[in-house]
């Protein structure tokens, strides 16, 4: 039946699923393995959350169980397409996926630490940063005492490698 003939109040409401993280087409999808529980929590509580879903009105139950599928089928993917590092197999001196880095930025005097996560891990407040970051990337494969350079605009941010470790 055409659109012309239906009911504007009897239209199904399309609910917006906020994306997840970026991760570009062909980017595989490194997770540590706290990471990757964090994924496997989170489908848990959509399904909890689907199964105790009840609204009075029949129509806000099915867009809310819209909603919640729409984000459950998000979620899958990400889950499906989860490669766990073992930050166990990481080389110590290195810094790779999942190395806490502690650094000196530019001539600061208190040191910052970072992990390199994937992308649904990053949380900057956590002081967890994408492995596809500008950031990460100046970083990588870089060692102790290293200088990593980065251009920010007109300006350039040196950060100095003081400490690399591996641990969840």
């Keep these: 039946m055409s659109r012309g003939f239906v009911k504007e109040e009897d239209q199904e409401e399309i609910p917006m699923v906020p994306p997840r993280a970026d991760l570009p087409q062909g980017a595989i999808n490194y997770v540590t393995e706290k990471g990757f529980l964090k994924l496997l929590n989170e489908r848990e509580k959509l399904i909890a959350d689907k199964e105790l879903s009840y609204e009075e009105n029949e129509k806000e139950q099915r867009i809310a169980i819209n909603l919640l599928n ?39 005097n208190t040191p910052q630490e970072f992990q390199i996560v994937g992308v649904d891990e990053a949380n900057i407040a956590e002081n967890k940063i994408s492995f596809l970051s500008p950031i990460a990337r100046a970083l990588i494969s870089k060692k102790v005492n290293d200088v990593a350079l980065l251009h920010i605009g007109k300006t350039d941010r040196l950060f100095k490698i003081l400490g690399i470790r591996y641990n969840n």
């Design 70 to 108: 729409s984000k459950l089928q998000l979620l899958n993917e990400r889950i499906a397409s989860a490669k766990v590092i073992n930050l166990e197999d990481q080389p110590l001196n290195e810094v790779r996926f999942g190395a806490k880095v502690l650094l000196s930025i530019d001539n600061a």
